[in-house]
């Protein structure tokens, strides 16, 4: 009948590998070194059991054979495999650490021995103490960036403490309590921005004084007058501006007939209105904002009436140059009359000196006018003095004769 040896395990030191027996015959002998003879090798002693030897498991000899742990038989093996496979004796001091087959053992012996270059931190950092040096660098980085801010020339930092409002920070180095206690937003309020109205690209139609739709976007120039106003008085400041605008523009269209916002002859005055009336309504908001200026950048007819109003501009530009003709001809036909006028002037002022010769004078001067165009004279008999021909002129060509009237057509 076989039996089956229990055995408690002892405690396993670190590094060291447990070995377990495989079952065998309590009568089988057991050689020094504890391992197990499964038959394979010839028996000590002959008739000895299993615990005899020069030392059994617990340290002792066997009690029936009376034999002593320091009895005569085979020596131990020099070196380090002395007690290695039995599990009840201590290992040797000069045993040779095995490998463990745990993780955090093989890491340790791929960074050489657990500490690496850490190991000769100043101070005689232990292993394990990088991540102190790491906390510590962390924690300045954290200071210095959410304490020291920088407000550039133009801007304003606004510096709320646990989200509430505290004060505005001017150019320049602004200290203050790390981050989550205090909080710097900054924004360049020396900027000019500019807003279009309306932000779709789309038609904008507005209703004119005379009832007709006009397609008007316009762009609003501004910038920020109070930051502390702009960033809690109005949930979203710029939408609400843009949606301020856009309506005194539509009340303003809505004074002017159509003609002179589409041609362009008053839309400096349709400017100027919107631009006070939006700034008096955002300053009773509070909104923190002052306005530039408004400038119009499209103003023209519905897209749907395009062709006719293409027509409409034709007309009026035909109508501008006649009127720009009529007006030129006006001018010139005004200085002729003042210069004959200059010249009657004078011929009266040298009439009221000398009547008599002035109308003899008169008279000759108009005669020669007369005459001089005229190569033929015919007069009275009596005593005619002709005018001197001009040679100079060469004498008119001959009336040509009238075309003689074609058949079956009345003259």
Not at 21 to 46: E, H, L, N, W, Y
Request: aromatic share 6%; proline share 8%; charged share 25%.
């Amino acid at each position: 009948m076989l039996l089956v040896l229990s055995l408690p395990l002892a405690r396993k030191k670190r590094g060291e590998t447990l070995f377990l027996c495989a079952r065998f015959p309590i009568v089988q002998g057991m050689d020094r070194k504890g391992s197990c003879d499964d038959g394979r090798t010839p028996a000590i002693g002959g008739n000895k059991s299993a615990m005899s030897g020069d030392r059994n498991p617990w340290g002792t000899g066997n009690g029936t054979a009376g034999e002593q742990d320091t009895a005569a038989g085979p020596t131990p093996p020099a070196g380090g495999d002395k007690g290695a496979g039995n599990p009840w004796l201590p290992p040797a001091s000069d045993e040779t650490a095995r490998r463990s087959a745990g993780l955090d053992d093989i890491l340790r012996q791929r960074r050489g021995g657990g500490g690496g270059p850490l190991r000769r931190l100043p101070g005689g950092a232990a292993e394990g103490a990088w991540w102190r040096w790491a906390l510590a660098g962390s924690l300045c980085a954290w200071l210095v960036t959410t304490s020291v801010h920088f407000v550039g020339a133009g801007e304003q930092g606004l510096v709320t403490t646990m989200g509430r409002f505290s004060h505005i920070a001017d150019p320049g180095v602004a200290l203050t309590l790390p981050w989550p206690v205090q909080a710097v937003a900054v924004r360049n309020t020396a900027k000019v921005e500019q807003l279009s109205v309306p932000d779709s690209a789309g038609e904008n139609l507005l209703v004119t004084r005379d009832g007709q739709l006009i397609d008007l976007t316009f762009q609003l120039r501004w910038k920020v007058r109070d930051l502390r106003q702009f960033e809690y008085q109005v949930r979203d400041p710029e939408a609400a501006l843009r949606t301020l605008a856009a309506a005194q523009m539509r009340a303003a269209v809505a004074e002017l007939p159509f003609d002179p916002v589409w041609d362009g002859s008053r839309q400096g005055e349709l400017q100027t209105r919107v631009l006070a009336r939006t700034q008096a309504v955002a300053d009773s908001w509070r909104l923190g904002v002052r306005l530039e200026g408004i400038d119009i950048t499209r103003a023209n007819p519905p897209a749907r009436l395009g062709p006719a109003f293409s027509r409409i501009t034709e007309a009026r530009e035909e109508a501008r140059k006649a009127q720009e003709r009529a007006q030129a001809w006006a001018t010139s036909a005004l200085e002729g009359a003042r210069a004959e006028a200059d010249a009657f002037d004078a011929v009266y002022a040298q009439y009221k000196i000398s009547p008599e010769v002035t109308r003899q004078r008169m008279y000759y001067e108009t005669m020669e006018r007369v005459l001089a165009n005229n190569p033929k004279i015919i007069a009275e008999g009596g005593n005619i003095t002709l005018p001197a021909p001009d040679t100079a002129k060469p004498p008119p060509p001959p009336a040509a004769a009238p075309a003689a009237p074609a058949e079956g057509k009345p003259e």
